[in-house]
């Protein structure tokens, strides 16, 4: 009886050996329990959130939308009280007529001075010929003058009225001169105010995209997150007041570097989703990160110092969740996902995850 239940014990014993030693090897997925299906529950709905913000300082005067509300793209979300916006465009558009009016004063000023150059020009000939007549009544007087044929009054008078006439050609060709540069001052001054121009219709631009501004519209289609803006709340440029969420929505699975050899991109991916009841939903795995995470850390571990043990890193794999799938409509980002990926299955590219990176084979 003794031996017999001796012989019982150490059957238990073994018996409890061999289911201990089978469950170790089923977790850790070793032989005879391996399997091409991968799985990992450190995985979550991701997506675009968005946080809109103003762009300028003022008081809220319009929340138009409410809390987890569908919203299009254009879509008027906030408004900030618009009236000083809208004065500081008038006054901009004020200053730009003012410029342009300037501007127009300078085209007439060149058209005056063209004028005034022309008729420099026409007195400068009218001299001309004024000394021409003086030197030749001065060519008949001075031969007189030494016959005695004339009096010395007449010839000084003729003297005279040569002086005279040389001096007057001399005046009308300054004048001349003096128009031509009051035409370059105004050519040059125009420069000047041609820029001041542009300058003015600049600052009506940014007056126009600043009163653009205080209309704070949705970026794209989506769902809004808690509308934190009041109305009378005086808010700044870069004031968080809510968030759109996007329709578009992806996974990110997070799995361990041994388990990525044999993945590639396009193998189809089951989900599995708490939130929807374990529902599952199909995906295929889109592309891998380049990187483990820990590189994407702000603090990096330094494993060069004091005892090291090694720890499996992970690798984020993007997985595109397939179309025509009502339940999809439900997952929102942060969502906790259960992701199987079955190696065995061909993907649609030739880029494969090696550890802790991809490659191309």
């Known amino acids: 009886m003794l031996k017999f239940l001796r012989s019982t014990a150490t059957l238990v014993a073994v018996v409890i050996g061999l289911a201990g030693t089978a469950l170790v090897l089923y977790a850790w997925r070793l032989p005879p329990f391996t399997s091409s299906v991968e799985t990992t529950d450190n995985a979550y709905v991701r997506g675009q959130v968005t946080l809109i913000s103003p762009q300028l300082n003022g008081y809220v005067a319009e929340v138009a939308v409410q809390d987890y ?72 007087i001075e031969p007189l003058l030494s016959r005695g044929v004339t009096t010395q009054k007449e010839a000084d008078q003729t003297r005279a009225n040569l002086d005279q006439a040389r001096a007057a050609l001399s005046q009308a060709q300054a004048a001349v001169e003096v128009a031509r ?3 370059a001052a105004t050519l040059v001054n125009r420069s000047s ?25 949705a970026p794209q289609d989506g769902r809004l997150g808690e509308v934190g803006a009041r109305i009378g709340q005086y808010v700044s440029a870069g004031t968080q007041l809510l968030a759109v969420v996007p329709e578009q929505i992806w996974v990110v699975a997070n799995f ?53 043990t090694k720890v499996a890193q992970r690798v984020p794999v993007r997985i595109a969740i397939d179309a025509g799938q009502d339940l999809a409509e439900r997952l929102a980002p942060g969502m906790s996902v259960v992701v199987s990926v079955n190696t065995a299955s061909k993907g649609t590219s030739n880029e494969v995850a090696s550890t802790g990176a991809v490659r191309t084979e």
């Open 181 to 183: 540069q009051d035409l």
């Open 256 to 308: 361990k570097e041994t388990q990525l050899p044999g993945m590639k991109v396009g193998q189809p991916v089951t989900l599995n989703v708490d939130a929807l009841e374990h529902a599952s939903l199909s995906g295929h795995i889109e592309r891998f990160s380049p990187a483990a995470g820990s590189e994407f850390s702000v603090l990096k571990a330094d494993n060069a110092t004091g005892n090291f």
């Open 69 to 140: 509300q569908r919203v299009k793209a254009g879509q008027l979300l906030v408004r900030i009280d618009d009236r000083i916006y809208e004065q500081k465009l008038y006054q901009a558009k004020a200053t730009l007529a003012a410029q342009k009016a300037a501007l127009a004063n300078s085209e007439q000023t060149q058209r005056s001075n063209e004028a005034r150059i022309r008729s420099s020009e026409a007195q400068v000939n009218g001299a001309k010929a004024a000394l021409k007549a003086a030197e030749a009544s001065w060519e008949r």
């Open 193 to 217: 105010l041609e820029a001041a121009v542009q300058g003015a219709e600049a600052a009506v631009r940014l007056a126009e995209i600043d009163l653009q501004n205080t209309r704070i519209v």
